[in-house]
């Protein structure tokens, strides 16, 4: 990533009557990336968000937006943010376009087509001119993602993006997300409290605990050293366990009439062409990625990530 | 400069897209239809000749007065103001008249005004704070700054638009039950012992915009409440309570001379009008605008100050 930054967040402190609520926090967003922002509850997430989007002052340290700071050049910096802080709250007794106009008329060069551009783009061309009050909560987010993104914006902030989504809303939203990142080539900032749907979405993953960064960790990068769980459905169990002995770096354990082994991406398919060969029927293969939530724990000390 | 008139655009569809503004405006017409209903009503019957009528009610007044029914002193203003009105021929205003009925309202309505005004401005910034709007109206690039400069020009605005509709309304109103007649209607004052004559639309006029001053102030307060507070109730309650119970209580400190340094002291500046007397002796008109003038910094500069510096956590 030898990207200019899109978000430069550099020895960030925030301190609320006496207490440190975020602690020298750094990390940098890249145009093109989706950086998911993972915490458990108290650990600062919002806070953070917050004072990216200059709703909260910065004790100590600096925030970036494509080089403007935050602190002294509030307006160059929010040129290039779109953001959702929390939920999608828009004026209720406004149709969905009068909000719209609401907003453009906050920022340069939004004019009605544009308006109708996004409107097109996130789908709400049916019921634009209904009130927001009568909107479903799926409608609402898109509705607020299309505030976020009139005026053309570098980075898009959002804050817990599928909460109160239904399942098909919520593979919706990450189409879209992982879209406006790859074509688009936005800095996207997403924060959630379910690591599963991080995963799917993000390209890495920062961990915020107590108002420190404990670390980030690239997501869909899988080396093929890294190892993972494998877990073998095949008949006999016994001759299988044999066969793959072996293989990976420790010994292949067989539970709930599975073999669990330890093996790296490449290993995989090796291992199955060795179970082919001896002709032990194959039944299915699983790969756990279960290795973030592992390093997430270990990062947390343990404790659950809410 | 253009975005800033986007800014107070936004306000101004905010404030009129909300039906419990409209509801205003039907209130407020209602009440000018009622008084202009019950005027035209109880109207008394003149025979036609105001010279007969009013040298009748003089021999009334003095034969009470011969009969001991009234103290002397008490009907001598009336009868002084009578004289004049003879001497000078200048006819009595019917109460079934475009002025007199402009003057009713303005007269009714000033508290109706301040109730309205204060709502609004009340809930301007709270209400953005209660429904987590204020978090997409600054995460845009206009500055703190414009955002709530725009809230109070906004602010201003409606006042005027609110006084315009009183204007306007009770004018149309009046012309259509008594007549768009009598614009050169006089009223006669007793002033410091001296009768003075009075244009009543003129005055009426005059009257208005000494409350807008006033409605403006109690605006002004509410607007701040709800900035500082963030709490629509406490911003409406607390103005309205003032501008309801102000008097009583400045009745009671009215014996404490300090007590001309209370803003709410200042803000009705009818009491300099000709024929009126100030809550505490020796206050001046120069002396409550300029007590006004320092108010109006101190809470504007703690209003804008805190809006600019605090963190929202909305």
Known sequence: MQKQPAVEIKQVTKVIRGRKIIDRVNFSIYPGEVFGFLGPNGAGKTTTIRMIVGLMGITDGDILIKGNSIKTSHGAAMKHIGAIVENPEMYKYLSGYLNLVHFARMSDGVDKERINEVIELVGLKNRINDKVKTYSLGMRQRLGIAQALLHRPDVLILDEPT?????????????????????????????????????????????????????????????????????????????????????????????????????????????????????????GIQAETKTLEDTFLELTGGKEIV | MSKFIGLIRNEHMKTFRRLSTWIMFGIAAALLITIAAFTAYYAEDSSGDWRADTEQQMQDLQKQVENGDVEAAAVQQDLTTMQYQLDQDIAPVQSDSLASYMESVMYYCAPFLILFIAIIAGGLVSTEFGTGTIKLLLTKTPSRFSVLTSKYVSMFITTVIFFIFFIGFSFIVGGIFFGFNGFD?????????????????????????????????????????????????????????????????????????????????????????????????????????????????????????????????A
Not at chain 1, 163 to 174: K, Q, V, W
Not at chain 1, 251 to 278: G, S
Not at chain 2, 205 to 233: E, H, W
């Open chain 1, 163 to 283: 909460n109160g989504l239904d399942p098909a809303g919520i593979r919706e939203m990450r189409h879209y997300i992982r879209n406006l990142a790859e074509k688009e080539g936005l800095a996207v900032i997403v924060s959630s409290h379910l690591l599963s749907e991080m995963e799917l979405m993000c390209d890495r993953i920062g961990v915020l605990q107590q108002g420190k960064m404990l670390g980030v960790q690239q997501v869909h990068e899988m080396s093929s050293e890294q190892t993972q769980m494998v877990s073998f459905q095949v008949e006999p169990l016994e001759q299988a366990a044999i066969v793959l002995r072996d293989m990976g770096s420790k010994k292949p354990e067989i539970k709930d009439k599975q073999i669990i082994i330890e093996l790296t991406r490449d290993e995989i398919p090796a291992a199955a062409a060795k179970l082919a060969k001896e002709a032990i029927s194959i039944y």
């Open chain 2, 185 to 313: 209607a006089k009223s006669v004052i007793f002033d410091n012992g001296e009768t003075v004559t009075n244009n009543l639309l003129a005055s009426t006029m005059r009257d208005y915009g000494l409350n807008f001053v006033q409605t403006l102030i109690y605006a002004t307060i509410a607007f701040a409440l709800s900035t500082i507070f963030r709490n629509t109730a406490l911003a409406i309650g607390f103005s309205i309570f003032i501008s309801m119970f102000f008097p009583t209580i400045s009745f009671i400190l009215s014996r404490y001379d300090w007590s001309k340094y209370i803003l709410f002291n200042n803000v009705d500046l009818t009491v300099y009008n000709p024929g009126n007397v100030p809550a505490v002796d020796g206050m001046t008109l120069g002396f409550s605008i300029v007590v006004m003038a320092i108010y109006f910094v101190i809470i504007t500069v703690i209003t804008w100050f805190s809006f600019m510096k605090r963190d929202v956590t």
